[in-house]
């Protein structure tokens, strides 16, 4: 058989060129996760990092990964490295780079989600919340070295972001995850700050102690150190997510910030423990805790060289559906939901493609007498089965039903193709339109066979106890005669050329599958 060596598609999603961004005096939307450490700014937009100037000035683009994403950008205290999260390699684990550019360095390896909170204030390890436990739904904060050693616990109990002091003496941090945003929410699922000082094994809770008041409780996320000893974080107590503050010994909240719409979101402290970085509004915003306003950050990316989102893919040797056609000269498959034809010789034969769209086709299905393949698309939005004439080229829908289908058998003499659609089993015409032939509401069908003639359909099925019996079914009557009735589960079943005796598997002999036979009482065969 000829191997599927030369099979390539285009997969587009914009055309590549340059991509005019917002003009310096327009948001520039959508920027998030921005960290600030003396006079820049490293944020996370359209899933790669970038730096600019506090000013706004000198983007620079530091990752170029287009289909991961990287986020939570974090300067170390020296400002020599980012730390950040990515999911490069398949799920979130925690990163880290030069902050001049250059290859990121993976330090965690786990496959539970591993997200960047901030570093130790020695810069020696990175702080990360994660989902690896050893609790099924909570999870202390870790710490892990920048050369990637084995990450450590930090005895805490549950624990989803955090910060230490600049001293390194305190770490506050919440226990529940916050999901951003969900503003005014009332309840006792919020998220509150707590801190505590390391090593000493004991906790305080500083915003919303008062259980007893758990109607009024507010979420209070991203709890942030301040060189001045106190501790920051968002909270919409006032009816928008504003900068709040609160002494690690506790008492009444302070605000910091007064935004009457939209809010504050994802803010972070930098190193030094002097400016809150945000986003509000789709902007990036600094805040000098030295009594000055907040102020946008006016960035201005100007033209922006997207990276090629045009794709050539090619398969080797592999298909994700295939049908031979009747001759055995030709196999129909699909492959990134485009359908061709293949011929089955080496060397013999060019491959046809069947289809072109920016719609999903496939499980091609040739007919016995190989003029039509059936398959199915969902150009006209649902997914429905069409008709291709080999010949042709002609393409016509043959269905019109909001379902998931899949494609099962043909008729014998090529003038229907059989598809199930939930636990009903349908035929398609090939003059168009479809009917229903059964329905089994405990599980549908699983058709194996259609007799000679098109009368008769070989299925098993189970019934309400979820006991599976081969049955035959008469498409003119409409009536169902199980062949099997036995409490084992029958499969697989198919007639012999006389339509007088059926095959199947069964499990019924002592637990293993073997081919039993059963001589049939109903006539498979036409009387006339």
């Known amino acids: 058989m000829r191997p599927l060596r030369s099979l390539a598609i285009i997969l587009t999603g ?39 100037k506090e000013d706004g000035s000198d983007p620079r683009q530091l990752t170029h990964l287009g289909d991961a994403r990287d986020a939570d950008p974090r300067y170390s205290p020296d400002g020599r490295w980012i730390a950040f999260t990515s999911d490069r390699n398949g799920n979130n684990d925690v990163y880290v780079m ?19 909170e901030y570093w130790t204030p020695d810069g020696e390890r990175i702080l990360f919340s994660s989902s690896r436990g050893p609790m099924a739904w909570e999870s202390p904060l870790y710490t892990v070295g920048i050369e990637g050693d084995l990450p450590e616990a930090i005895p805490m109990g549950a624990g989803a972001a955090g910060m230490f002091s600049q001293d390194g003496r305190m770490l506050a941090f919440i226990r529940r995850a916050y999901r951003d945003p969900k503003r005014n929410y009332r309840g006792s699922n919020t998220t509150d700050v707590w801190v505590t000082e390391v090593g000493s094994g004991t906790f ?18 991203y709890p942030m150190f301040g060189a001045d000893g106190w501790i920051y974080f968002s909270s919409d107590r006032d009816g928008r997510f504003n900068i709040w503050r609160v002494h690690p010994d506790g008492g009444e909240a302070e605000q910091i910030t007064h935004f009457t719409r939209g809010g504050v979101r994802f803010p972070s402290m930098s190193p030094d423990g002097t400016t809150i970085a945000f986003h509000h509004e789709f902007d990036v915003w600094v805040l000098h805790l030295d009594g000055q306003e907040p102020r946008r950050v ?5 033209w922006l060289v997207d990276r090629n989102l045009t794709e050539v893919v090619s398969t080797a040797d592999e298909a994700e559906h295939f049908s031979p056609s009747p001759d055995g000269a030709h196999l129909a498959v699909d492959f990134h939901g485009e359908i061709f034809v293949v011929p089955t010789e080496e060397g013999v034969g060019e491959v046809r493609r069947i289809s ?50 899949s494609l099962v058998l043909w008729s014998p003499n090529s003038d229907r193709a059989f598809y199930t659609s939930g636990t009903t089993l349908f035929a398609a015409e090939v003059d168009g339109g479809s009917r229903e032939i059964a329905e089994n509401p405990a ?23 979820q006991n599976v019996e081969v049955v035959l079914f008469d498409t003119r009557e409409g009536a169902e005669y199980n062949v099997t009735d036995d409490p084992a589960r029958d ?6 050329p006389d339509g007088r005796t059926a095959l199947f598997l069964s499990n019924r002999d002592a ?18």
Request: glycine fraction near 10%; proline fraction near 7%; avoid cysteine.
């Open 356 to 405: 072109e769209s920016a719609w999903r086709q496939g499980s091609p299905l040739y007919s016995p007498d190989g003029r039509y393949l059936a398959y199915l698309s969902d150009e006209s939005t649902e997914e429905e089965v069409w008709l291709f004439e080999l010949e042709t080229g002609a393409r016509n829908k043959l269905t019109d039903q909001a379902s998931k289908k």
């Open 511 to 528: 637990g293993t599958t073997q081919i039993f036979r059963v001589d049939l009482e109903v006539p498979t065969e036409d009387p006339d």
């Open 491 to 496: 499969v697989g079943g198919m007639l012999t």
């Open 98 to 116: 030069p902050s001049t550019g250059g290859e990121a360095r993976r330090l965690t390896w786990h496959s539970g989600s591993d997200e960047v």
């Open 443 to 465: 599980g549908g069908y699983t058709l194996t066979q259609v007799s000679p003639d098109g009368r008769w359909l070989v299925m098993h099925r189970s019934d309400d106890h």
């Open 14 to 52: 914009v055309l590549p060129g340059l991509t005019p961004l917002a003009a310096q005096s327009d948001p520039l939307g959508f920027a998030r996760d921005p960290h600030f450490h003396d006079g820049f700014i490293v944020f996370s937009f359209r899933g790669d990092l970038w730096e600019v």
């Open 298 to 302: 006016p960035v201005d990316l100007g």
């Open 204 to 221: 305080r809770k500083l915003t919303d102690p008062v259980l007893e008041e758990y109607k009024e409780h507010v979420h209070d996320p």
